[in-house]
């Protein structure tokens, strides 16, 4: 049998790493997904048994002999755990022994960290079964739009969906949820892959991938927000590569650096990411008060944008993207860890498609990769395949 699992990326509409530091934040699942297969192996004797890992986006292949992870790893019992549970201590040395062996390119070091979540979400939740395992994007990866949580939710939930802890169907037909119970375990779970991968999360990017739509998030908590207008998005890519856990951990230096005035600056994000929250979720009769709805997101877009400026995360090509677009009158700010990846442009409903065109035009002159995406959508789902 093989288990499929899919996880959307997500936008950060206001308040990413202010949210790290205790601020509020507000972020919408989108409908680009990471997809994860799950084949666990009928034990045979002919070959040796192994854990096979297929990263399609990379073209990278990797597989460990089962005999060589219990090596790595003598304390069977002390790994295997039905409760989510940090990676560290000597699990940590043995994971890093691991895929040093790979020898993974250099150009491609920043695949390190999304294996070694990988290697722990699996042995702590399927022990040494021998299985192959293969995961695809159609997310741009290290880009802002959350691959990483994506990566961490489809695993978890692939993984738990063929455990006793989750109650599934395992004759229901195509892509279904999970129950609330799993839910949150799955969350859970991507949250301790994601801590592998950023170094300090949040925890909002794996939480609105694994419950999609629109939540309000404050230090774990989250508010999942019925909204009434549907915004769209541009979203552009600046094709820079960046690593979060490096900008997160810049924003937490430069805060050390100034906390008075860093403080201030996540004390004003807070409020804005707040004040959205209650903008989203207000009544629209008609098409005026939808425009109204939508300025107001405008300049709660353009103030964030400016305090994340002075977080130092923003990018050169971050602001090319920020001039194109205000020459339209279109107001745009970074989604994500910022440094690079993608920026967000809101496109009001009455916006033509003419200005649309000639935006989307201008910024690919520039090498950006452009397109379109609704806000809110499906979080993470599960399909089983049996073969005939
Ligand atoms: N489909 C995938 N295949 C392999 N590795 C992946 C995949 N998706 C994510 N990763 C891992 O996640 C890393 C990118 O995570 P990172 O947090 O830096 O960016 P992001 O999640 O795309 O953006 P942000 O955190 O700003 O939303 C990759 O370097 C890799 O280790
Ligand atoms: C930069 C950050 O706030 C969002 C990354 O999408 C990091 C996090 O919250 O974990
Ligand atoms: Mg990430």
Not at 76 to 95: E, F, N
Not at 310 to 329: N, P, R
Request: net charge negative; hydrophobic share 40%; glycine share 8%.
């Amino acid at each position: 049998m093989e288990v499929k699992s899919r996880a959307p990326g997500k936008i950060i509409l206001a308040g990413e790493h202010a949210v790290v530091h205790g601020s509020t934040a507000v972020a919408s699942s989108i409908a680009l997904y990471t997809y994860v297969s799950l084949r666990l192996s009928t034990p045979s004797s002919e070959n040796e048994e192994s854990l096979k890992l297929v990263l399609k986006d990379v073209d990278l292949e990797f597989s460990w002999p089962i005999s060589r992870i219990r090596e790595a790893f003598p304390d069977y019992v002390a790994l295997l755990s039905s409760t989510p549970a940090s990676c560290s201590g000597d699990s940590t040395k043995s994971i890093a022994a691991l895929v040093e062996e790979l020898s993974i390119p250099e150009a491609k070091i920043g695949l390190a960290s999304g294996v070694s979540a990988f290697l722990w979400l699996y042995l702590s939740i399927q022990g040494f079964k021998p299985a192959t395992v293969v995961i695809s994007s159609e997310l741009p990866l290290g880009a802002g739009l959350g691959s990483s949580a994506a990566f961490c939710v489809a695993l978890a939930a692939a993984l738990l969906s063929v455990t006793d802890s989750v109650s599934v169907d395992l004759c229901q037909q195509g892509w279904h949820s999970f129950g609330e119970k799993e839910l949150d375990l799955v969350n859970k779970w991507a949250f301790e892959g994601e801590k592998i991968i950023h170094g300090k999360p949040s925890g909002i990017d794996n939480t609105v991938s694994a419950y999609g739509n629109i939540i309000s998030f404050r230090s774990g908590n989250l508010t999942r927000m019925k909204s009434n207008v549907h915004l769209k998005m541009l979203i552009t890519n600046t094709k820079v590569g960046r690593n979060t856990k490096a900008l997160v951990a810049g924003v937490s230096e430069r805060m050390l650096r100034h906390p008075g005035a860093m403080a201030f600056v996540f004390s004003a994000v807070d409020s804005i990411s707040k004040e959205l929250t209650t903008v989203l979720q207000s009544p629209t009769p008609d098409h005026l008060s939808v425009t109204q709805i939508e300025e107001k997101v405008e300049e709660l877009m353009e103030m964030n944008q400016g305090l994340l400026q002075s977080m130092g995360v923003s990018h050169a090509t971050i602001e090319t993207v920020l001039q194109t677009t205000l020459k339209y009158k279109l107001a745009s700010k970074l989604t994500g860890a910022g440094g690079g990846g993608c920026v967000l442009t809101l496109l009001p409903i009455l916006l033509s498609a003419t200005v649309v065109d000639k935006v989307i035009a201008e910024l690919e002159s520039n090498g950006f990769q452009c397109f379109i995406a609704g806000v809110g959508g499906n979080g993470v789902e599960i399909s089983f395949e049996h073969s005939s």
